[in-house]
């Protein structure tokens, strides 16, 4: 619907930099702080919660150093489109489209797994995310211009979040319904402005070989990492299959939402998104039936 609507010029280009502020900056926040307030009725899977928090860190930070390993010293790829491809490839679209598949394929309590996870996700996609976009070779890491650039309202939002989800408080009953209308827009809005920023490819280049590697690494090879790093740690298969498969996902939709913040090339980010789900489309149901077949 963004790319028909930019096409047909029913909302001009440069509305997809308003909608990104909106996501940002309201929706974003509003998802966070609503999704961080756990319930106590799942107190008793003290050891899955802690696992999931744990396991799910230790793959993305591992993810984000191969990442930046193998793509750093590509000479073909640009100097400011590398730190995009590192964040494709460590951040999944684990929120967005891991919620409604993860529930259907696996069940609630998968779907209380994978909250948990999301838990680090946002914590990480706005601290170590932002860090990659805006970090420039050579460029000093603990200084204070660097943390300003990362400085967001989500940012902002996490460390709020972290405290709720820790003192386990809870918003009054209206103040959550607000949030969760708030919160319901996050994903077509953002898929909205990613075909927005796609109005201005042509279809083959989302075929490219750095997207089609992407593809491969991002969709594949992600996957068996996070497979054989979590053979290694004492989880439950249950754990094992919500985490492989969220890790499964395309390229994460807050790609171009943040590129588009750090004024980076949104419409290679979104290229990349388009790509991966795409093809996702594919290898999630492979990886769903494997899954399911060998450890459930």
């Known amino acids: 619907m963004g790319l028909f609507a930019t096409k047909v010029k ?21 998802m966070i702080l609503c999704s961080m307030q756990h319930d106590e009725t799942n107190s008793g899977h003290a050891d899955d ?30 100097e400011e489109d590398k730190g995009i491809y590192v964040f494709q490839m460590a951040f999944s679209n684990a929120g967005f489209m891991g919620y409604p598949l993860v529930t259907v394929l696996f069940g609630r309590y998968a779907l209380f797994l994978t909250i948990i996870m999301n838990i680090v996700f946002t914590v990480l996609v706005y601290s170590l995310g932002a860090f990659i976009l805006v970090h420039k070779r050579g460029e000093k890491i603990f200084t204070m211009s660097l943390f300003v650039r990362i400085l967001t309202i989500p940012f902002v939002a996490s460390i709020i979040g972290l405290i709720i989800f820790v003192t386990g408080f809870h918003f009054p009953v209206f103040i959550n319904d607000t949030l969760e209308l708030m919160m319901a827009t996050l994903s077509p809005v953002a898929m909205f402005v990613v075909g927005m920023n796609l109005s201005k490819s042509k279809f083959r280049n989302l075929l490219t070989l750095p997207n089609l590697l992407l593809c491969v690494l991002s969709l594949v090879v992600v996957p068996f990492i996070t497979l054989g790093i979590d053979l290694l740690l004492p989880v439950s298969n249950m754990l094992m299959v919500t985490h492989v498969f969220l890790m499964a996902m395309p390229s994460a ?9 750090f004024n980076k090339n949104t419409q290679l980010a979104s290229e990349g998104i388009a790509s991966t789900t795409l093809l996702s489309l594919g290898t999630l149901s492979l990886w769903a039936f494997w899954l399911t077949q060998i450890f459930l």
Not at 66 to 76: D, E, G, N, T
Not at 253 to 261: E, N, S, V, Y
């Open 253 to 261: 939709a807050l790609t171009a939402i943040l590129a588009q913040r």
């Open 10 to 30: 029913l909302l001009p280009y440069d509305a997809a930099k308003t909608l990104n502020g909106f996501v940002l900056n309201i929706a974003v926040p509003c």
């Open 49 to 78: 919660m802690a696992w999931s928090l744990i396991a799910f860190a230790i793959v993305t930070l591992v993810l984000a150093v191969l990442a930046m390993l193998l793509i750093r010293p590509v000479k073909s790829i640009k």
